[in-house]
């Protein structure tokens, strides 16, 4: 008979566990607590209280040693199980640094930090390599970040080899408020003069605060920084410009749009200006002047951002394209399009083909409202069975929690293998 995994566990680690504390082969008692420790470590999860135990002997002798090294060491493994120990120990560790190379100013740093930040980074000053000291700044920040922003912030001057601390800089934006704006301005203005790195630090920003009024610091400030870039670095940052103004000011956000000279960013925010309000048909010509075609990806977003804000202008926009391309047109704009229009004006349909597809994908777009009856209706006007197959499966996953038993029904009336799976898998996901 097989044995349980966990009792398995246990004596494999007890049978460790005796030949550490039997053979003499260990000599070394420094190498012995680092096995010890480890093994401790693993026996936590099956049986604490021989974990402690076996941490209280470690403890002991490790604090006789008066060795910093091996006290860090310990301390960082048994923070869990003895906390206060563990606190405890890294003091002590602190006081030993004699024997503590540079790496392990590096552990006892990061592992103070939980504790006490501020001592995090005095031990790590310690460190007399510049390269590990900086490696251990930059670890604290991405920890410290988000409890204690400005110490995190104020470390970060103090790095100085260049690309730790535009990536510093970068995981501080990622966490940064309205009113630090002006920090990260300063910085671009005074102390960043490569434009790659003045790029990335505007970009990042304008990636974090991508919705801004008009008048804020950052749109006011932007520009003249921006008109010192060139060729791509000027490029990128316009992109990211334009993105914020499309939110607050439309004039202002024409104006930089027509600066852009790469063509496919210059697409990608006229695709995204659909949302906030301009004219999908004008759009649509706006592209074709710039390139005169569209990849299949632009016009489904272009389809797709069109459908949520009006499903007639969406029809408006597919009527050129091939019979085959129309019905998946036909699906998409039903499955993203507004559900009130789509349910109360139906649109001209070339083909009943088309009108399959497109009730297929107004099933499809009800189903997160759970209006079963209603969905079952429109899918009783399709004949096409692998479009009806299709939005089942999507169905099945939605009944979990509501009735788990007509879920699995569902999934296992579906004759077509691939879409039962699917919808058994997502069943199985929602569980």
């Known amino acids: 008979m097989e044995a349980p995994k966990g009792l398995e566990d246990l004596s494999r680690i007890e049978l ?20 010890l420790t ?70 006892i740093s990061l592992a103070v930090l939980p504790f006490d930040h501020k001592l995090a980074i005095e031990m790590a000053r310690k460190n007399r390599s510049k390269k590990g000291r900086e490696e251990t700044f930059y670890q604290i920040i991405k920890d410290l970040a988000k409890k204690n922003w400005e110490d995190s912030f104020n470390l970060c001057q103090q790095i100085e080899t260049h690309e730790l601390k535009i990536s510093a800089l970068r995981y501080l934006i990622k966490t940064c408020k309205h009113e630090d704006i002006p920090l ?75 600066k852009i000279q790469d063509v496919d960013r210059k697409i990608a925010l006229l695709l995204r200006s659909i949302r906030f309000g301009a004219c999908p048909l004008a759009v649509s010509e706006f592209i074709f002047k710039l390139r005169g075609s569209f990849t299949n990806n632009e016009r489904v977003i272009l389809i797709e951002e069109t459908a949520k804000k009006s499903i007639k202008k969406a029809f408006a926009l597919i009527k050129s394209c091939e019979d085959e391309q129309r019905q998946e047109f036909c699906y998409l704009i039903g499955k993203v399009g507004d559900v009130e229009e789509g349910l109360i004006e139906r649109p001209f349909f070339e083909s009943e083909e088309e009108k399959e597809f497109y009730l297929a994908g107004l099933a499809e777009n009800l189903l997160p409202y759970k209006n079963w009856e209603l969905t079952l209706k429109l899918l009783s006007e399709i004949e096409n069975r692998t479009l009806v197959e299709t939005v089942l499966s999507k169905a099945a996953p939605h009944l979990v929690g509501v009735d788990n038993n007509r879920a699995f029904q569902l999934a296992n009336a579906i004759q077509d293998e691939w879409l039962r799976n699917s919808a058994l898998m997502g069943i199985t996901e929602r569980l």
Request: with cysteine.
């Open 184 to 258: 990260f301005i300063e910085l671009l203005e005074k102390k960043i003069q490569d434009p790659k790195d003045g790029v990335k630090i505007l970009c990042a920003l304008f990636r974090r605060f991508f919705y801004l009024e008009n008048g804020n610091v950052l749109l006011e400030n932007a520009k003249a920084i921006i008109h010192h870039l060139q060729d791509n670095h000027r490029d990128e940052a316009l992109y990211y410009y334009v993105k914020a103004l499309q939110n607050s000011s439309q004039e202002a956000m024409c104006d930089n749009l027509n």
């Open 38 to 107: 480890k093994v401790a470590t693993h026996l936590y999860g099956v049986d604490c209280e021989k974990a402690r135990l076996i941490y209280q002997k470690i403890i002991k002798e490790v604090e006789l040693r008066k060795d910093g090294s091996l006290m860090a060491f310990v301390a960082v493994h048994c923070r869990q199980i003895h906390p206060e120990e563990s606190k405890r120990l890294l003091f002590n560790a602190t006081k030993c640094p004699s024997q503590i190379g540079g790496f392990r100013y590096h552990e």
């Open 16 to 35: 460790i566990y005796k030949i550490i504390e039997k053979s003499s082969s260990i000599c070394n008692p420094c190498v012995r607590i680092r096995v």
